[in-house]
């Protein structure tokens, strides 16, 4: 369930656009997974890294253009409570 946000408490949003960001994101990705019900296979962090090394891969190997992971986090006073991995 989602408690309210009191004035004090802040929220920031970024989003991480490179494979070195999603890899920063490990710790607290894992953290919010094992919190997170209803979550997906898809919205893993092994899921999400697994398919970004096969980008890399494909885009060395000369088959696809560069693409851009984007994967958007929503922080609640520094702690990772969102996040919407998009690529």
Known sequence: ??????????????????????????ADWLELEKIASGATLFQSWHWCVLGLHQMQRREKAGNEKPQVP?????????RLIALLPLK
Not at 21 to 26: E, I, M, T, Y
Not at 70 to 78: A, D, L, S
């Open 1 to 26: 369930m989602l408690e309210k946000l009191t004035r004090t408490e802040s929220l920031t949003t970024a989003c991480a656009i490179t494979l070195e960001q999603v890899k920063a994101l490990k």
């Open 70 to 78: 984007y994967v958007f986090t929503v922080r609640e006073n520094g």
